[in-house]
Antibody, heavy 121, light 111 residues
Framework: EVQLVESGGGLVQPGGSLRLSCAAS????????MHWVRQAPGKGLVWVSR????????TYADSVKGRFTISRDNAKNTLYLQMNSLRAEDTAVYYC??????????????WGQGTLVTVSS | QSALTQPASVSGSPGQSITISCTGT?????????VSWYQQHPGKAPKLMIY???KWPSGLSNRFSGSKSGNTASLTISGLQAEDEANYYC???????????FGGGTKLTVL
């Protein structure tokens, strides 16, 4: 059974940092692109970032470029999102999601349960 | 403002069919057959319902169907059931720089 379990969310002050983790199991982790998607309270889904299967290629939404860093440890079957210079507008539930085996794939077939990040003083 | 445009809400009675539209642009929906639909119940993670315009993930109900014409994709739910009441989001591949764009979501109410 495919499982994605996020952790690391919490309350952080504006300008602070947080690292999210997503532990994957039930599939061959190092063959899939992985993504982070966020959802602000009461709002819709927004794509944040993606990383290819071996970690050599990353892409970011303009809103987080230069502040967030996606990475993965295939030996630990874990996806990460390092978030720096956090702003109030980064407050959201952050989901990790499994993409496809290629860069050109538009869907996420498995999602984690999400972890809430609150940026507030 | 979301990249893809969906109606804010739709409603239908049990047993009826409803359709949710998703309008994109010539940079996403119109040129890629990579439209997906997700169902999200309150407090839960999104669930993939349709991918690549009209394909079902294994084990999913075929009461859900997808289609596309030009820059507009559609999700049709037939034989509405109470458990279908949820928010529905469309998404599309949109190129290498911004690979995925979502719609703003549609709240489905089963009357």
């Amino acid at each position: 059974e495919v499982q994605l379990v996020e952790s690391g969310g919490g309350l952080v002050q504006p300008g602070g940092s947080l690292r999210l983790s997503c532990a994957a199991s039930g599939f061959i982790f190092n063959t899939y692109w992985m993504h982070w998607v966020r959802q602000a309270p009461g709002k819709g889904l927004v794509w944040v970032s993606r990383i290819n299967s071996d970690g050599s290629s990353t892409t970011y939404a303009d809103s987080v470029k230069g502040r967030f860093t996606i990475s993965r440890d295939n030996a630990k079957n874990t996806l990460y999102l390092q978030m720096n210079s956090l702003r109030a507008e980064d407050t959201a539930v952050y989901y990790c999601a499994r993409g496809g085996r290629s860069a050109v794939a538009g869907h996420f077939d498995y999602w984690g349960q999400g972890t809430l990040v609150t940026v507030s003083s | 403002q979301s990249a893809l445009t969906q109606p804010a809400s739709v409603s239908g009675s049990p047993g009826q069919s409803i359709t949710i539209s998703c309008t994109g642009t010539s940079s996403d929906v119109a040129i890629y057959n990579l439209v997906s639909w997700y169902q999200q119940h309150p407090g839960k993670a999104p669930k993939l319902m349709i991918y690549e315009v009209n394909k079902w993930p294994s084990g999913l109900s075929n009461r859900f169907s997808g289609s596309k014409s030009g820059n507009t994709a559609s999700l049709t739910i037939s034989g509405l059931q109470a458990e279908d009441e949820a928010n529905y989001y469309c998404s599309s591949y949109a190129g290498s720089s911004t690979p995925v764009v979502f719609g703003g979501g549609t709240k489905l109410t089963v009357l």
